[in-house]
């Protein structure tokens, strides 16, 4: 599950350098961007969280209100256990055994009561807003949408680490499941997609350019991205879609400085070679350039054994991050390269 390095000032620049030099042994610049992605690329997590700049202007979409659950928020949850002493969470047995169990029974438009008939009471929700324009009022009493976690496994205090054994449900502003995502749990299928649509189903399938001139590119997609705020990056945006085969594609971007490019390169050649000594296997590596952007793609195989593929590119002062992942007896989603290979630089002018 599926926020950013913002600065406002030197003083608070001062503050999140130094909060990357603090949490550099548990948190990498990856596990905040909330994706697949692994523990070999530790060694650039210093200089992506104190290289990035930021921006100061205002989004043109907010997200704001008074979205509170009856269930604990992911601090109360944390502050319960023993992970802020460094000890690992691990879930009672007889709890996994029934969360798992009762996994294939959910079923989509289910109501959040239903869902806990079956799985219990989750660890932690987090409501989400509704997006409205920054120049518009408020919206009054309009209901959030609501993401709960049942957590199996856990060794540090980022809520979107994607080495969790976890599983992460979706419920619409009218209280309807419409995702769940189970991770690193390999018996489990996701049921449903990140913007509610039907995965899979050809004939619903409509590619299309969508042009997201804020954050500066162009893209082909064969359903709506969802564009929505990262929940790991503050002033990052996310945009996914399904795949066969139960895949799914997601790209991260937010604003990044005139040594990215290098950045990036440098960085990703180092760790590379220390792939294979913490558990991952680097299927291939390779430098990309293109019309406006200079950046590196790899497909990697990592200690859960899936098939991780990421791109990261430098254009016009952003730094773009393309994901997707699937089970190593499955060939790479047929839309996979035809959606970046579509993506192209835009002006925001």
């Given at each position: 599950?599926?926020?950013?390095?913002?600065?406002?000032?030197?003083?608070?620049?001062?503050?999140?350098?130094?909060?990357?030099?603090?949490?550099?042994?548990?948190?990498?610049?990856?596990?905040?961007?909330?994706?697949?992605?692994?523990?070999?690329?530790?060694?650039?997590?210093?200089?992506?969280?104190?290289?990035?700049?930021?921006?100061?202007?205002?989004?043109?979409?907010?997200?704001?209100?008074?979205?509170?659950?009856?269930?604990?928020?992911?601090?109360?949850?944390?502050?319960?256990?023993?992970?802020?002493?460094?000890?690992?969470?691990?879930?009672?047995?007889?709890?996994?055994?029934?969360?798992?169990?009762?996994?294939?029974?959910?079923?989509?438009?289910?109501?959040?009561?239903?869902?806990?008939?079956?799985?219990?009471?989750?660890?932690?929700?987090?409501?989400?807003?509704?997006?409205?324009?920054?120049?518009?009022?408020?919206?009054?009493?309009?209901?959030?949408?609501?993401?709960?976690?049942?957590?199996?496994?856990?060794?540090?205090?980022?809520?979107?680490?994607?080495?969790?054994?976890?599983?992460?449900?979706?419920?619409?502003?009218?209280?309807?499941?419409?995702?769940?995502?189970?991770?690193?749990?390999?018996?489990?299928?996701?049921?449903?997609?990140?913007?509610?649509?039907?995965?899979?189903?050809?004939?619903?399938?409509?590619?299309?350019?969508?042009?997201?001139?804020?954050?500066?590119?162009?893209?082909?997609?064969?359903?709506?991205?969802?564009?929505?705020?990262?929940?790991?990056?503050?002033?990052?945006?996310?945009?996914?879609?399904?795949?066969?085969?139960?895949?799914?594609?997601?790209?991260?971007?937010?604003?990044?400085?005139?040594?990215?490019?290098?950045?990036?390169?440098?960085?990703?050649?180092?760790?590379?070679?220390?792939?294979?000594?913490?558990?991952?296997?680097?299927?291939?590596?390779?430098?990309?350039?293109?019309?406006g952007y200079k950046g590196i793609e790899f497909v990697q195989k990592v200690p859960n054994g899936k098939i991780d593929y990421e791109r990261w590119l430098c254009a016009a002062h952003r730094l773009y991050l393309f994901v997707a992942d699937w089970n190593p007896d499955e060939s790479e989603p047929k839309e996979l390269q035809r959606i970046v290979d579509s993506w192209r630089v835009v002006s925001n002018k």
């Amino acid at each position: 599950m599926l926020e950013s390095f913002v600065a406002a000032g030197s003083a608070r620049k001062a503050r999140s350098v130094s909060r990357c030099v603090l949490r550099l042994a548990t948190v990498t610049l990856l596990q905040m961007l909330n994706m697949p992605t692994k523990a070999f690329l530790y060694t650039i997590a210093l200089l992506f969280c104190c290289a990035l700049e930021a921006q100061t202007s205002v989004p043109s979409v907010v997200f704001h209100g008074n979205c509170g659950t009856d269930l604990p928020r992911f601090e109360e949850w944390f502050r319960a256990t023993r992970l802020g002493q460094g000890q690992p969470y691990v879930a009672a047995q007889d709890r996994s055994r029934k969360t798992t169990t009762n996994y294939p029974k959910l079923k989509l438009q289910m109501s959040m009561p239903e869902v806990e008939k079956y799985l219990g009471k989750p660890d932690f929700a987090t409501g989400r807003p509704a997006a409205h324009f920054a120049t518009a009022p408020e919206p009054v009493d309009q209901p959030c949408s609501v993401e709960t976690a049942y957590i199996f496994n856990k060794n540090g205090e980022n809520m979107a680490d994607l080495q969790d054994v976890a599983i992460y449900l979706f419920f619409s502003r009218d209280g309807k499941l419409y995702w769940a995502m189970p991770q690193n749990v390999p018996d489990l299928k996701p049921l449903g997609s990140p913007n509610g649509a039907t995965p899979n189903v050809q004939s619903q399938i409509l590619w299309k350019e969508y042009i997201f001139a804020d954050d500066g590119f162009a893209i082909t997609f064969p359903s709506d991205p969802h564009p929505h705020k990262s929940p790991q990056m503050a002033n990052g945006m996310a945009y996914s879609v399904p795949l066969s085969n139960g895949a799914h594609f997601s790209l991260y971007t937010e604003e990044a400085n005139d040594t990215c490019a290098d950045t990036v390169r440098g960085q990703l050649r180092d760790a590379k070679n220390k792939a294979e000594s913490t558990g991952y296997r680097v299927i291939s590596f390779r430098q990309v350039d293109g019309n406006g952007y200079k950046g590196i793609e790899f497909v990697q195989k990592v200690p859960n054994g899936k098939i991780d593929y990421e791109r990261w590119l430098c254009a016009a002062h952003r730094l773009y991050l393309f994901v997707a992942d699937w089970n190593p007896d499955e060939s790479e989603p047929k839309e996979l390269q035809r959606i970046v290979d579509s993506w192209r630089v835009v002006s925001n002018k």
